[in-house]
């Protein structure tokens, strides 16, 4: 619920929750009294006015045509009684005395000096909490005695003070009530934002481990949702510096060990040429074709981390260009072939139907990752003893939105522990970090940044007979006739 709805149910509530709380706490009032007892009392309220109408009317008749009657007892006592059913009665008197008070109000003003009242009555008196009006009427006895009849009836049906308290009462329900809801309402909105300024000093002060869980709905949920957003992002952020600043010490680390150990080399046999240790011709031989092979593992090595150092800030440009797989590992391994051979491994090609698999693909990176995942399998397979022909078999299938290209070879396949990290950087399957018989650690990872560079994905397990098998999967190309005849390919 938004901060706006519930500001205007609160105004609404304030106004509507004491009259339907007094309205309730009334009907419990009438209930507690008996439903009946409340019908006739607004029946004789209503009824009221016309009995007094009856009562007066009488009275005044008598007392200016048949004035002889007020000295009855009985009539007296009648009339009296039926005044008090109105709330009403009369004080009578003779000749300046009194001669009958009303017992309806000798009950209310018990200590009522009446004969003072008689001789000056005022307009207005109060009895017993009540308010009364007063009416004199002068009369004269059929014997020419004189009379006067002060006519006393009661104008409120509740005491005075049960007025102001009443609305004292009223008041302070209503604000109470006001109080309840307003703190009830703050508090619905001042909590959630408490929780959220905890959240804030947590995240100033660099603790990020704290979800911040949206309580409400509305704007301040919103709030919440941005904040653990926000929050969410910040460590994404720092974990990511965290994790840079870790891949960067790492890899000063490695390079720092992969250049010192050729330069200690190159070093070694350049100072065993200077002092004269190379002191045969075919002895000085070998040492310029050890520091040559080092040198140009030194230039291998800073090229390797050049690209994939561009590779990884995502600013190498490439030139896609849709062509048959099929076709172009044909002609890419007919060249590698020979210098294969050379090194004791076999190749063997094998594709699965005829028809033309198009790709759209940078041939020269392509060229690259064929190239470094070949290089390290003859490097494996070479530490693997017991064989005396290697074998390489390369392999390619269309799949429905892929064309999936398997390269297999009869090495000694991958360690278990070491599959799903093969494809890091800087990372070896052989420890020892030696450039001849473990590379440089980034043939792989460079494999794995251009296949991501291709909307592709490539992954290592050991094949079912022994060897290394790593699998590169290449998003298809689809063809689309253009308005001017020509053909344009994207990929799926």
């Known amino acids: ?124 008196v109060a009895f017993n909490s009540f308010r009364f009006e007063t009416s004199t009427v002068d009369f004269i006895y059929p014997d020419g005695g004189e009379g006067r009849a002060v006519l006393f009836r009661r104008n409120d049906t509740v005491p005075i003070y049960w007025r102001p308290v009443g609305t004292a009462f009223s008041l302070a329900f209503i604000g109470l009530t006001s109080l309840l809801l307003t703190y009830f309402v703050s508090r619905s909105i001042i909590r959630p934002i408490k929780k959220l300024e905890a959240a804030a000093l947590q995240i100033k002060d660099g603790d990020l481990s704290h979800k911040v869980e949206a309580t409400t709905k509305g704007e301040i949920g919103q709030l919440s949702i941005a904040f653990e957003d926000m929050r969410v992002r910040l460590k994404q952020s720092i974990d990511q510096s965290l994790q840079y600043e870790e891949n960067r010490k790492m890899l000063l680390s490695h390079i720092s060990h992969d250049l010192k150990t050729p330069i200690s080399a190159i070093k070694g046999y350049v100072e065993g040429i200077m002092d004269g240790i190379a002191n045969t011709d075919e002895k000085r031989k070998r040492y310029m074709e050890t520091i040559y092979r080092k040198a140009t593992d030194m230039d291998q090595l800073i090229d390797e981390l050049f690209l994939f150092s561009k590779l990884d800030l995502q600013t190498v440009a490439f030139d896609f260009k849709v062509m048959d797989i099929k076709r172009y590992l044909e002609y890419f391994l007919d060249e590698q072939r020979f210098d294969l051979e050379k090194s004791g491994v076999g190749l063997q090609y094998i ?142």
Not at 53 to 77: C, I, P, Q, W
Not at 400 to 408: F, P
Request: net charge negative; glycine share 8%; charged share 25%.
């Open 1 to 124: 619920m938004s901060i706006r709805v519930k500001l205007y149910m609160s105004y609404l509530a304030m106004i509507f929750v004491p009259i339907i709380l007094m309205s309730a706490f009334m009907i419990f009032i009438f209930y507690a009294r008996g439903v009946e007892d409340v019908r006739h009392y607004y029946e004789n309220e209503n009824r009221e006015p016309y009995l007094q109408a009856l009562v007066y009317g009488e009275l005044s008749y008598v007392l200016r045509n048949d004035s002889g009657e007020l000295e009855k007892k009985e009539y007296v006592a009648e009339i009296q009684e039926r005044l008090g059913k109105l709330w009403a009665g009369l004080l009578i008197s003779r000749d300046g005395k009194i001669t009958s008070v009303a017992p309806f109000l000798e009950q209310s003003a018990v200590h009522a000096d009446w004969q003072q009242l008689l001789d000056e009555p005022p307009s207005k």
């Open 351 to 492: 594709e699965h139907g005829s028809d033309p698999l198009m790709i759209a693909a940078d041939p020269d990176k392509l060229s690259r990752v064929l190239t470094n995942i070949l290089n390290n399998c003859v490097k494996y397979m070479g530490q693997s003893s017991g064989l005396e022909k290697h074998n390489i078999v390369v392999r390619v299938t269309e799949l429905e939105e892929h064309a999936l290209i398997e390269i297999e070879d009869s090495g000694p396949g991958i360690e278990k522990d070491d599959l799903p990290y093969i494809f890091d950087r800087f990372y070896r399957a052989e420890q020892s970090r030696n450039l001849e018989t473990g590379g440089s650690g980034l043939g792989l990872a460079i494999v794995k940044q251009i296949i991501e560079g291709h909307g592709g994905t490539v992954w290592a397990e050991n094949a079912e007979h022994g060897g290394a098998l790593f699998c590169l999967k290449l998003p298809k190309s689809v063809s689309v006739k253009t308005v001017g005849g020509h053909e344009e390919h994207t990929n799926y």
